[in-house]
């Protein structure tokens, strides 16, 4: 019974890791939003790993990843 509970510990683990990184990435990338929008509002793309952390794995595995890129 305690290896299926550490192979869910684990896979969260690398999972939160994996989006971690990637919104660290994104973090970098920004750009103007087009149209009737004031050019100084940026569209930043970096919270999207953690918004499909929270929905897929709880809303702490979200914080993690926040915490991580932050």
Known sequence: MSNNANKIGVRYLTVTAMLSAVAYV????????????????QMDISELPALIGSFSMGPM???LICLVKN
Do not use: K, T
């Open 61 to 63: 595995c979200g914080v």
């Open 26 to 41: 994104l973090m970098f990338i920004d750009f103007p939003i087009p149209f009737l929008i004031p050019s100084f509002i």
